[in-house]
């Protein structure tokens, strides 16, 4: 069985139990249309698996491919201090085409986001948070 080079931990996002058969790690970009393809191929997997996959995602923006991936990824960790996580998660790979600033703010508005919180999303705190992952 491989091991990760960096484990699992509780910094990380996950869905599901320690317990699972299945820890299953995507690095995923919510501007790449593989990891787009991927989220709906990985929501039916859960739905299949159940209690027996884990899933574990990590921020993985290719900046220099895909010009909106970087504020996407820091819009989902901001999301996160909110305990809003997968809530945005969901919202910006359903909503791939729409990752612009103005999207961000019209999926922060739907989530509840106040527009103070909203601006701490840029501000280069969770840079070092992504670039972790």
């Given at each position: 069985?491989?091991?990760?080079?960096?484990?699992?931990?509780?910094?990380?996002?996950?869905?599901?139990?320690?317990?699972?058969?299945?820890?299953?790690?995507?690095?995923?970009?919510?501007?790449?249309?593989?990891?787009?393809?991927?989220?709906?191929?990985?929501?039916?997997?859960?739905?299949?698996?159940?209690?027996?996959?884990?899933?574990?995602?990590?921020?993985?923006?290719?900046?220099?491919?895909?010009?909106?991936?970087?504020?996407?990824?820091?819009f989902a960790e901001m999301a996160a201090t909110q305990g809003l996580f997968?809530?945005?998660?969901?919202?910006?790979?359903?909503?791939?085409?729409?990752?612009?600033?103005?999207?961000?703010?019209?999926?922060?508005?739907?989530?509840?986001?106040?527009?103070?919180?909203?601006?701490?999303?840029?501000?280069?705190?969770?840079?070092?948070?992504?670039?972790t992952d």
């Open positions: 069985m491989s091991k990760l080079s960096i484990p699992v931990s509780k910094q990380d996002h996950i869905q599901g139990y320690e317990t699972a058969a299945v820890t299953l790690v995507e690095y995923g970009d919510y501007e790449c249309p593989y990891c787009g393809e991927a989220y709906y191929v990985l929501k039916a997997a859960q739905q299949a698996m159940g209690e027996d996959l884990r899933f574990v995602f990590r921020n993985f923006p290719l900046a220099e491919m895909h010009p909106h991936a970087l504020h996407a990824a820091e997968w809530q945005a998660h969901d919202l910006l790979y359903k909503n791939q085409s729409a990752l612009t600033d103005h999207d961000l703010h019209e999926y922060a508005t739907a989530l509840g986001i106040a527009p103070v919180t909203l601006a701490t999303a840029f501000d280069g705190r969770f840079q070092e948070r992504i670039e």
